[in-house]
């Protein structure tokens, strides 16, 4: 699926979703996609909508708050990881 259309389901959903995915083997196949939609170097990341698909996908299905007040970003998973991984090493936070 395509990474705009994929987006019309929603961030939780998507994020849910995409978490699930990367849990299987192969799974992380829309993953890039979506990432590469998201982080293309070209467009930036100041827009806000694109920030909050990020803070949305770090989170796995729910709010990036809610996230953040269980602990949950202490024990990250390997998918949140690599994400912000990605991020750093690509110098865009």
């Known amino acids: 699926m395509e990474p705009k259309q994929l987006m019309k389901k929603g961030e939780r959903e ?7 995915e990367c849990c299987r083997p192969g799974g992380d196949v829309q993953l890039n996609e979506l990432l590469d939609f998201l ?20 989170a796995g299905g729910v709010t990036f708050e809610e996230f953040a ?6 024990l990250l998973s390997v998918f949140s990881c690599s994400f912000v991984f990605m991020l750093r090493c690509s110098n865009l936070v």
Do not use: F
């Open 14 to 20: 998507v994020a849910s979703y995409i978490k699930q």
């Open 69 to 74: 007040k269980t602990g949950a970003y202490v």
């Open 39 to 58: 982080l293309d170097p070209s467009k930036g990341l100041d827009e806000q909508d694109r920030l909050n698909w990020c803070k949305a996908l770090i």
